[in-house]
């Protein structure tokens, strides 16, 4: 029997900015829904960027993202799921100080990092109205429809840990 694989899950945003936080917000509260679980480490504040992201995630077989997305048009509270595959497009290793997601991942794969392979990275982003603004609570429209997507994400992530 194959070894349990190990699994990190990062809430990306900032906490200070209205509409970003629900990333983190959706991380603290699948913590708590999971409970202690040894080869799941929730890391629930992931406000960094570009190769630093490669410390967080490098030795674990599957990362899980929590974050937001701002669409032209977009419905506050809708929210996307799709693998690190679909954010090849988003690359540029040509310029590692402007290092988005995709090419951190990338650029630790070409230098030997152990990091989960694309199709083992899997995104969740809301779509949110205001990530601009300082506050510490969501905008009425993303709060007043937490629990509808909320309890959608986790249980498509609980499915992905049973995989696993």
């Known amino acids: 029997m194959a070894s349990a694989r190990s699994v990190v899950i990062l809430g990306m945003g900032n906490p ?4 970003d936080a629900v990333g983190c917000r959706l991380a603290r509260d699948l913590k708590t829904r999971l409970g202690p679980n040894p080869r799941v480490h929730v890391v629930e504040e992931c406000s960094i ?3 630093n992201l490669l410390d967080l995630v490098e030795g674990h077989d599957l990362l899980v993202a ?3 997305m701002k669409t032209v048009g977009g419905e506050p509270g809708c929210w996307y799921a799709f693998t690190a595959e679909r954010l090849r497009e988003t690359q540029n290793l040509s310029n590692v100080h402007d290092a988005n997601f ?3 991942l990338e650029l630790g794969r070409r230098l030997g990092h152990a990091v989960p392979c694309d199709e083992d990275i899997h995104v969740f982003a809301v779509e949110i109205l205001d990530n601009l603004t300082f506050g510490e609570t969501m905008t009425a429209p993303l709060e007043g429809r937490y629990a509808e997507y909320s309890a959608e994400i986790f249980g498509e992530i609980e499915t992905l840990l049973l995989g696993c």
Do not use: E, R
């Open 102 to 104: 995709a090419t951190a």
């Open 49 to 51: 960027g570009g190769l």
């Open 16 to 19: 200070f900015l209205t509409d």
């Open 66 to 68: 929590l974050d937001s």
